[in-house]
């Protein structure tokens, strides 16, 4: 849920102006100082390399998440599903459990890589602009975190 939450939020990467604040998110960006707007970002080809590459990687997993989702649901004890078959089912779990580690591994690896980005334009710019990553990155890390940790859970065997 908190992967899902950072992929729509805004608030990915903040840069203040004085009093006029700009927030950029993976797809759309809001600007103002005491009324803000917001605008969807009109081409993917005119978009940073780090947005593009950050929102693709978050859609795929996204995707992996949901899919180990069904497949773990599938492997769980508590449901009927595949309950002549207890091998099989064990190892459907697991699979489940690998495709939450994958998935809460490549948010976090993305995310991180998006932070590196956003401090090595903070370095390279004017000290009048401050650019900073926003809170869209620490629900994506809190969220890859918490995807990492109940893949472990549900790939240990029972």
């Given at each position: 849920a908190a992967t899902v939450a950072a992929i729509f939020m805004v608030e990915w990467k903040k840069e203040?102006?004085?009093k006029h604040r700009i927030y950029e998110g993976l797809w759309m960006t809001c600007s103002g100082s005491e009324r803000t707007t917001c605008e969807s970002h009109k081409s993917v080809l005119k978009l940073p390399g780090e947005v593009q590459v950050t929102r693709s990687v978050m859609v795929v997993s996204l995707f992996l998440s949901a899919v180990?989702?069904?497949?773990?649901?599938?492997?769980?004890?508590?449901?009927r599903l595949m309950d002549s078959m207890p091998e099989s089912k064990a190892k459907v779990a697991v699979t489940g459990g690998m495709l939450f580690l994958i998935s809460g591994f490549l948010t976090i690896i993305i995310t991180s890589w998006y932070v590196s980005k956003i401090v090595e334009i903070y370095h390279n710019s004017h000290r009048l602009q401050t650019r900073e990553f926003g809170n869209?990155?620490?629900?994506?890390?809190?969220g890859g975190f918490f995807s990492v940790v109940g893949g472990a859970f549900l790939s240990c065997r029972r």
């Open positions: 203040a102006q004085g180990a989702l069904i497949v773990s649901t599938v492997g769980m004890k508590c449901t869209a990155v620490f629900v994506s890390l809190g």
